[in-house]
């Protein structure tokens, strides 16, 4: 097992998902503005690096537009410009709620991931972020190989069934519309923790 890569792809997909549940707030907007940070981030890929030099470059963001740039993005007013539920993009009628946020949801399951008290659908892309992070927790906390093995296998198979099937075109709707540093460097930060664990 690639034990330092699974640590990173844990935090990375951790913040990544956090970002796109929530504008970045208190102490993740500091980090995400903080230079010694973001040069520590630990993703290596080129996306990601890209990603972390638009920000090293920007001027801060204030929580009013990032707040503003969540909202338009994921939530919308009519319609979110970037839609962030896999159902709809496969589902027959459009539908949130629809066979993949169930299918979503029988993993969260089984590997114990609590996608939390927010009553959000299960297939929301910054959920499904924040069980790779814990899948990657559950292989580097594995007490044999064999179960490390397994951890892994699941976590792969989840991305490409779930996050890595819809993400681009999430990740389209961000780029095309983001205003924020932090929104605009997503799809970079994105597209690293999904190459990572391809790797794996």
């Known amino acids: 097992m690639h034990t330092e890569l699974v640590e990173r792809c844990h935090i990375a997909a951790d913040i990544v998902g956090q970002i796109f549940l929530d504008e970045p707030q208190g102490p993740l907007l500091d980090a995400l503005s903080d230079?010694?940070?973001?040069?520590?981030?630990?993703?290596e890929d080129d996306a990601s690096q890209q990603a972390i030099n638009a920000l090293l470059e920007a001027e801060r963001d204030t929580a009013e537009a990032l707040q503003r740039d969540h909202l338009y993005l994921?939530?919308?007013?009519?319609?979110?410009?970037?839609?962030?539920?896999?159902?709809?993009?496969?589902?027959k009628d459009g539908l949130v709620m629809?066979?993949?946020?169930?299918?979503?949801?029988?993993?969260y399951h089984q590997v114990g991931f609590d996608p939390g008290a927010d009553n959000l659908p299960p297939d929301h892309i910054g959920?499904?972020?924040?069980?790779?992070?814990?899948?990657?927790?559950?292989?580097?906390?594995?007490?044999?190989?064999a179960d490390q093995a397994a951890a892994l296998a699941v976590l792969r198979s989840f991305t490409a069934e779930h996050p890595a099937r819809f993400a681009e075109q999430v990740l389209g709707g961000v780029e095309k519309h983001a205003n924020t540093a932090i929104y605009r460097a997503l799809p970079g930060l994105t597209r690293g923790v999904l190459a990572a664990v391809e790797t794996l």
């Not at 230079?35 to 993703?43: A, E, N, T, V």
């Not at 007013?77 to 496969?90: N, T």
């Open 127 to 145: 959920l499904e972020f924040r069980c790779i992070s814990q899948m990657c927790a559950l292989a580097l906390n594995a007490s044999s190989e």
């Open 98 to 107: 629809d066979e993949d946020a169930a299918a979503v949801a029988a993993v």
């Open 35 to 43: 230079p010694s940070f973001l040069q520590s981030w630990p993703l």
């Open 74 to 91: 994921f939530i919308g007013v009519s319609s979110p410009l970037a839609q962030p539920y896999e159902s709809p993009y496969f589902s």
